[in-house]
């Protein structure tokens, strides 16, 4: 098999500077000449997203278990782009993905297996760089805004089921990362675990919880 690009996830909680740190990964890869996509969940800007967006915002109501669905759909209307993409030699970074599904709806009380189920067989990511970081320190970076989840209960709850996903997964394709430390620090750690991704890998696209 020809190499394809490899699927990075970052993942994290409010505030952890995950939009900051995929924008800095992207600059370096571009920087070194290697092609990258970036993507983020949910996407508002498709009819789903739209809908996602407008129950963040708190501006519509949505059953638990409805929301959920919503926010798996919006990732599996982009899974065959991503498919495309890696095969094509890109590197996709996508600015949260299943985990984060799995992570607040069981944080809601909804079952981690129910959770699980809509995202099982989705391209599964190749490294999960998990940004963490204790709700004191995200506080610290501006207080919680205005969003739904934005909240430092629900912000603890979703992090204890991001390490219950962690122990599940392989090490070596989910790494945590203190992100408590200054963005350059992070930055650098972020590059230094993903460039061995870069070069091109030649195993198959793997599928997620498969
Ligand atoms: N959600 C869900 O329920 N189910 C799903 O399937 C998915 C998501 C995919 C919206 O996500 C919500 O959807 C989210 C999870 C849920 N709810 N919550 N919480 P989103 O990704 O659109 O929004 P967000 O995660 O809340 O993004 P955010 O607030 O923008 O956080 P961030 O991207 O991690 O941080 P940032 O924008 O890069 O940085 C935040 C601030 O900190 C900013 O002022 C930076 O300049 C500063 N910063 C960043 N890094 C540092 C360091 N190292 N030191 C100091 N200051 C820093």
Known sequence: MSTRGAFIVVEGLDRAGKT???SALQTRLENEGILCKLLKFPDRTTAIGQMIDSYLRSQSELDDRA???LFSANRWELAS???KL???GTTVICDRYAFSGV???????????????PDVSLPAPDLTLFLDITP????SRGGYGEERYEKE???RKVREVFRRISSELDEASWVTIDAGRDLDTVADEIWSVSRPFTKGLSIPIQRLWM
Do not use: D
């Open 20 to 22: 900051t740190q995929v």
């Open 67 to 69: 929301i959920h669905l």
């Open 81 to 83: 782009t991503i498919e």
């Open 86 to 88: 890696l095969a094509a």
């Open 103 to 117: 992570a607040f709806s069981a944080a809601k009380g909804l079952t981690f297996e129910w959770c699980r189920s």
């Open 136 to 139: 004191e320190a995200a506080r």
């Open 153 to 155: 209960e629900m912000q």
